[in-house]
């Protein structure tokens, strides 16, 4: 059955899944939990270097290489699995089943804590490929709902949505914490990892709803080779890239650009804390104003596209990128950070939509949308896993973040280089 395009109600829904799940983003990935985990996880003496089968290696490395694996992990099975949804026009049962998959592992962080490191890794793990691998048929959505002159305020609206969302959820949680005596908890710790459980709880009512407004399903339909179809057509949509310059070179910008950006905003609390020494409150405030600026961020850049196009808007975005980059390599206080992390909710906010809507507005006329945006989530993730693992890796190498810095700018002058190669999009 054909959707309808640009109904609102759909719409509704479609945005509040962002709504949802962006509680992940803000509370488990950036405020909150690498916070926590940089004061749970030590090793003896309260040192910050860890034993690990054998190796040595900080807390913040294991952190990163968890997230590495995590979105390592989803870049292989999500290929997989859209095809299933694809052939089977299962797009909702399996978002349904990743985005719950991921609520109910927020909710067992609730039992991390210093004697239970490998509970807390498996389920950030489960919680990050919940949320990862959600997205993929999320986003597939987006052109079956709307026009494509709609693509850009519905992703800014969605996004902006996920923002706001997660702001309250933040914004609650901490008065939790502060005021956890207040609030009858036996220690801050345990109201922290209260704040965990909220993030379950809110993201499996939030998706339950935007579930419930989303597009019917079709009947199942079982076929031989419906599990080897997701790979089939991750080597399709490789094999069309050639006869599409355009979409081709665009990829290539993406994945360079946003295994960039991605590392910034997964690792910025930890660079925060170990490199400048910063306490947990002004930690926690400064974040708060990226998620402040990146709603007014979304519609900026939205607004941009209109005016000047989507390709000349990331370029101006992603070369904001290189000069937050240059700047956070010499920043050695809380101001400097602070002023920084203005810029970087700006940019977040923008550069995460634009991204979508272009590549949803680059794709050729096909009711094949999942897997077009499973090789996009494919392209991220990858993007995701490498940009984490290296910042691992150099930090074990090197003894210190900051090296790696220099590294994201190189990659985020690829993406310019490769933006700039695209002239001609709407």
Request: hydrophobic share 50%; aromatic share 18%.
């Amino acid at each position: 059955m054909q959707t309808k395009k640009n109904d609102p109600g759909i719409i509704r829904g479609w945005c509040m899944y962002d709504w949802a799940n962006s509680v992940y983003s803000l509370t488990i990935t950036t405020v909150v939990f690498p916070i926590y985990w940089s004061n749970v996880v030590k090793g003896e003496n309260g040192s910050s270097l860890l034993s690990i089968a054998g190796l040595s290696m900080k807390s913040e490395d294991l952190y990163s290489f968890t997230l590495s694996f995590s979105f390592l992990l989803i870049a292989f099975i999500n290929p997989l699995l859209s095809g299933i949804a694809d052939y089977s026009n299962k797009k909702k049962s399996f978002m349904r089943m990743f985005a719950w998959m991921g609520a109910f592992s927020c909710a067992a962080l609730y039992g991390f804590n210093q004697h239970t490191l490998w509970l807390g890794v498996l389920a950030f793990m489960l919680a990050t490929i919940g949320y990862a691998g959600s997205l993929v048929f999320y986003n597939a959505y987006l052109p079956e709902i709307v026009t494509e002159d709609q693509m850009d305020r519905v992703s800014a609206r969605g996004f902006s949505m996920g923002y706001i969302g997660s702001l309250i959820l933040l914004v609650v949680n901490l008065i939790t914490i502060t005021f956890w005596e207040f609030f009858h908890f036996s220690s801050d710790g345990d109201a922290v990892r209260f704040a965990f459980l909220s993030v379950g709880l809110w993201w499996f009512v939030f998706s339950y709803y935007s579930l419930a407004k989303l597009p019917p399903e079709g009947a199942l339909v079982y076929s031989k080779g419906m599990f080897s179809k997701g790979y089939e057509e991750v080597v399709k949509v490789w094999n069309q890239l050639k006869g599409m310059p355009i979409l081709k070179t665009y990829l290539l910008a993406f994945w360079f650009y946003t295994m960039s950006f991605q590392t910034i905003m997964y690792l910025a609390s930890l660079f925060g804390k170990k490199e400048l020494g910063m306490e947990d409150n002004a930690l926690i405030g400064i974040l708060l104003v990226i998620q402040l600026v990146a709603i007014a961020g979304a519609f900026l850049f939205s607004y941009s596209s209109r005016k000047y196009g989507n390709i000349q808007t990331l370029v101006f975005a992603v070369i904001l990128c290189v000069f937050v980059c240059i700047a956070a390599y010499f920043t050695t206080t809380s101001a400097q950070f602070f002023a920084l992390a203005f810029f970087v909710g700006l940019i977040m906010g923008g550069i995460q939509s634009l991204s979508r809507s272009t590549y949803a507005k680059l794709l050729p006329p096909s009711e094949d949308h999942a897997s077009y945006f499973s090789f996009y989530e494919l392209t991220d993730k990858l993007g995701t896993a490498l940009g984490t693992a290296m910042f691992g890796v150099l930090n074990v190498l090197t003894g210190n973040m900051r090296s790696s810095i220099i590294v994201l700018i190189v990659f985020f002058g690829i993406g310019i280089w490769q933006l700039r190669k695209i002239k001609h999009v709407k």
